[in-house]
Each structure stands twice: as structure tokens, then as C-alpha cells.
């Protein structure tokens, strides 16, 4: 049985070992920062954008800033699971 996966907060997909760990989503290259989770609109953590325009930009380009589009991996979200009860920020 494989190990218990948390959701990423930017793009919906089971990869992080713990929740608000600092963990890189293989998937979307959010950094799973605990501030920014709490406050969605705050730029500047861990991440240059803020969790609610990193969302926008994941379902636009497929990763969470414009900036990483040369560590887009497609391939990466085939190996895990989408959390269907996910849904991103109005």
C-alpha cells in the first residue's frame, strides 16, 4: 500500500508528504507555503504569486507562474491522483 498524499493547494493534485511542509508539487511547482495557503491573495512568500493567481495560471499555462514555463512537466500528472473534492479559489 502506498503512502498517504496530501493535496496541492494550487493545482488539486495528491503530492505533497505533509501538509504546509515547504514541498515542491512535482506537478505545478507551487511551494506549499502555509501563508500563503491561509492567505490566498499574498504575494511574495514562498511564492512570486499569490495562490489565488497561481491557480489561474495552472489552469492556463500548466504550472503556477509564467516564469517556471521551462519546468512545465505534463508528464508529471499522470503519476498522481487528482483530489476530486478539490476546488480552486473564486
Known amino acids: 500500500m502506498g503512502r498517504k498524499l496530501f493535496t496541492c493547494p494550487c493545482c488539486g493534485y495528491k503530492t505533497l508528504s505533509e501538509l504546509n511542509s515547504w514541498e515542491i508539487c512535482v506537478v505545478c511547482r507551487w511551494e506549499d507555503d502555509p501563508l500563503q495557503s491561509d492567505e490566498p491573495d499574498f504575494a ?47
Open 44 to 90: 511574495g512568500g514562498a511564492n512570486v504569486e499569490s495562490l489565488r493567481e497561481a491557480q489561474k495560471n495552472w489552469k492556463e499555462i500548466g504550472v503556477y507562474s509564467k516564469n517556471l514555463l521551462d519546468e512545465k512537466n505534463d508528464i508529471a500528472a499522470w503519476r498522481f491522483e487528482k483530489d476530486r473534492s478539490f476546488r480552486p479559489l473564486e
